[in-house]
């Protein structure tokens, strides 16, 4: 016997959450335990009275497990909100990374260069290396870290994505 | 304000609370509430002999009475001990508040004797937990927590509290909570989904209602609604397990019980209804069976207080998403307003009939004085005996309770308390205990498998100490009876472990306990028996003795359809395939 599994597609959700302790822990738990993806997750606190935090998870399911996870989500008692970002129309993602790079010669020529052309800031350098800083959506990202493999990529940190909605009101 | 301990503001909003019951056990980590408790003049303790007890006894008493149940144990084990019921109560929506003493705060993290994660560990099977580490924000989370655990769909809240936060002094803060600054469950139905709901009822030519637990937990008003809407509309009914007694078994639009041990005409009529009007159901694996065989020419409606529970197994056309009661009432007054009458579901009565004729519940016995008992017809005779006591009845997990379902009636809800969700071996007896103490003198009885009434038999000493008169009713056979019956039908009759071997000698247990044994060994004594122990005062065990190998007909496989029901014995193959084995 095989053990069958879905196709699914990739969503973007935005969630508002009470900023205490176990909350983070509520909702990953929630992922793990039902069975759904978390592709990426990125929490912050948001509020001026530190009493809300927004996470973004970017997750991957077919449509029916999509809806599940939003119902699931919206009924934890700490969340107060949760937005598809992917459903709700356009939106900006946004991810950052430092990216750690060791060489000399032309190929630490060639990192600076491929750097500049997607923008990557050096944010410190040592006479054998930099560390980039390199905003944009997911797949930008993926792409300057596959060329930094070739000009001797050390380490990359990443923040996994935050999104907004377009336009002038909240999603 | 005057400041008051941390353990004394736990006990005062308990009183603020109106809780007049706690079922608990003490240890090092919750002394200073039990110490609380002991002068306390108003709070009943009920000390039980093992924490999962305490849960399932709490249990017991919500579902009787509509009302939180309340738990208080020690940190570490005896928080551990309370997760099989809390899980219980979070998989069949009861309402309960678990209090778990803590090391002190300045322990927490670091192994310290009899910690655990209570939180952590609580997190996923309650509905929301909380670590008070501040004995200012007990009085806010005490009355927090009874909103939530009583709240949309009900479900067990814990509320861990450290030693120190115990002892600790601060003042008593009672939140005015008229709402939570985030849980806001939707009650009221949406008006234009209860219109779209009366239309699609009226235009049926094949409905059928299919209620659950959530008909039970939205109180005794909603069961009238459910029967007053059933009336209006002449179409028929069918309830999962956790649903019965909402709308009455001897009415003739009743089909009986779905699902896996579910009736053939209730299996029959969802498989070929035009609407199922699902009402605080979640269309559970055990009700539905094969998913894409699942009432393929069915619209289907689902009113349910949890959002979550809707689309989550069965796509449906309409969902109204708020309290059962609410959104019944406002289906009739929609009904009413719009002057609708009853279709004639003449046709559809019909094919009812025809698959009631085949009276799937029958079962064959010998009616002679010294034949063996069949486990149906022990549960017929305790229905027949005793329902015109209006009992409460629970039960254990495994055949006794598939049995009870099928052949003990109810009549009204808050009096069948059974494990639905996690099937909990063990839950029936302190259930029976939680019953009992919210009712005193009504008839309880509890209907048990010897092997399930051996998880949790050390309650028959809180029985004998609150002189509780606790019926325990046991069908007993020697085996772990579904178990052994899986093994029959899945797997060539290997009976791995399923044996009840080893056991006591019930009626010598009862006396060592200061209860009255009974064993019922034959048919001819089975009345008798039954009314013996009606008749006996204080708590009772009957050991009666039941067909060994009977098994609990009709089923659906697992993973298959509603119309391949096996009706008899003769119908078991013994074997099934992969695909099937690897289903629950």
């Known amino acids: 016997m095989k053990i069958q599994t879905e196709a699914g597609e990739r969503h973007v959700l935005a969630i508002t959450v009470d900023n205490e302790a176990g909350v983070l822990a509520k909702i990953t738990g929630l992922f793990t335990a039902r069975g759904y993806n978390i592709e990426s997750l990125t929490v912050a606190d948001i509020s001026s009275d530190h009493a809300l935090s927004r996470i973004t998870i970017v997750t991957n399911g077919p449509p029916p497990i999509i809806d599940q996870i939003i119902a699931q989500l919206d009924r934890l008692v700490p969340v107060h909100k949760v937005t598809d970002l992917t459903d709700a129309g356009a939106h900006v993602e946004r991810e950052i990374a430092l990216v750690k790079v060791a060489g000399t010669g032309d190929k630490r020529i060639e990192a600076l260069r491929l750097a500049d052309v997607f923008r990557a800031k050096v944010v410190d350098t040592t006479i054998t290396s930099f560390i980039f800083e390199i905003t944009g959506a997911s797949e930008k990202i993926d792409r300057f870290v596959a060329l930094m493999r070739e000009c001797g990529l050390v380490e990359v940190g990443r923040t996994g994505v935050v999104a907004i909605a377009r336009g002038a009101e909240a999603a | ?584």
């Not at chain 2, 110490?35 to 249990?59: C, G, M, N, S, Y």
């Not at chain 2, 192994?111 to 929301?128: L, M, N, S």
């Not at chain 2, 289906?331 to 009565?349: N, V």
């Open chain 2, 1 to 584: 304000m005057t400041e008051m301990s941390g353990a004394d503001m736990v006990v005062q909003a308990l009183v603020d609370l109106g809780v007049d019951t706690v079922f608990g056990y003490p240890g090092g980590a919750v002394l200073p509430i039990y110490d609380a408790l002991f002068k306390h003049p108003t709070i009943q303790h009920i000390l039980v002999r093992h924490e999962q007890a305490a849960t399932h006894a709490a249990e017991g008493y919500a579902r009787s009475t509509g009302k939180p149940g309340v738990v208080l144990v020690t940190s570490g084990p005896g928080a551990t001990n309370a997760v099989t019921g809390i899980t219980d109560a979070l998989m069949d929506s009861i309402p309960m508040v678990v209090l778990t003493g803590q090391v002190p705060t300045t322990l927490i993290g670091t192994d310290a004797f009899q910690e655990c994660d209570t939180v952590g560990i609580t997190r996923h099977c309650t509905k929301h937990n909380y670590l008070v580490m501040d004995p200012a924000r007990l009085g806010p989370i005490m009355h927090e927590a009874f909103y939530i655990a009583t709240h949309g769909r009900p479900g067990p809240v814990v509320i861990d509290i450290p030693k120190n936060v115990q002892v600790a002094t601060g003042k008593y803060i009672v939140p005015d909570m008229i709402e939570h600054k985030s849980y806001r469950p939707q009650v009221e139905p949406d008006s234009a989904a209860i219109a779209e709901a009366v239309a699609m009822i009226a235009a049926s030519e094949r409905p059928v209602f299919y209620t659950g637990g959530g008909v039970i937990n939205a109180g005794p008003d909603a069961s009238a609604a459910l029967r007053q809407l059933v009336a209006l509309t002449g179409a028929p009914i069918t309830s999962t397990l956790m649903g019965l007694g909402a709308f009455p078994c001897d009415d003739d639009k009743w089909l009986g019980m779905l699902g896996m041990h579910g009736t053939y005409e209730s299996n029959m009529a969802m498989n070929r209804a035009d609407l199922i009007i699902a009402v605080g159901a979640r269309f559970d694996d055990r009700v539905t069976g094969r998913l894409d065989a699942f009432a393929p020419e069915a619209k289907k409606i689902h009113i349910d207080i949890d959002r979550s529970s809707v689309n989550k197994i069965v796509p449906v056309d309409l969902a109204i998403v708020g309290d059962a009661g609410r959104a019944l009432d406002a289906i009739i007054a929609g009904w009413q307003t719009a002057g609708h009458k009853p279709r004639d579901l003449g046709e559809w009565w019909r094919r009812i009939d025809g698959w009631r004729a085949t009276r799937c519940l029958d079962f064959p016995e010998k009616k002679e004085d010294a034949a063996e008992i069949m486990p149906q017809r022990a549960v017929k005779a305790l229905y027949d005996a005793t329902h015109a006591m209006d009992p409460i009845i629970t039960t254990e997990v495994g055949q006794h309770q598939m049995w009870a379902a099928q052949h003990f009636g109810f009549r009204g809800p808050n009096r069948w308390l059974t494990s639905g969700g996690l099937g909990t071996m063990g839950y029936g007896f302190p259930a029976a205990v939680g019953a009992q103490i919210a009712h005193p003198g009504r008839l309880v009885i509890c209907i048990a498998g010897e092997a399930s009434l051996q998880m949790n038999i050390q309650e028959m000493g809180t029985v004998s100490q609150y002189r509780l008169p606790v019926k325990i009713f046991i069908l007993n056979n020697q085996w772990m009876g579904m178990v052994r019956q899986w093994q029959e039908l899945t797997y060539e009759s290997r009976y791995s472990n399923s044996y009840s071997d080893s056991l006591p000698d019930f009626v010598k247990l009862a006396d060592a306990y200061g209860w009255t044994g009974l064993r019922i060994d034959n048919f001819g004594e089975l009345e008798d028996g039954i009314q013996t122990m009606i008749n006996t005062p204080g708590p009772v065990i009957v050991d009666c003795r039941v067909a060994q190998l009977a098994n609990c007909f009709p089923m659906i496989p697992s993973g298959a359809a509603h119309t391949d029901m096996i009706l008899q014995p003769s119908d078991v193959t013994g074997t099934m395939d992969d695909e099937a084995k690897a289903l629950v």
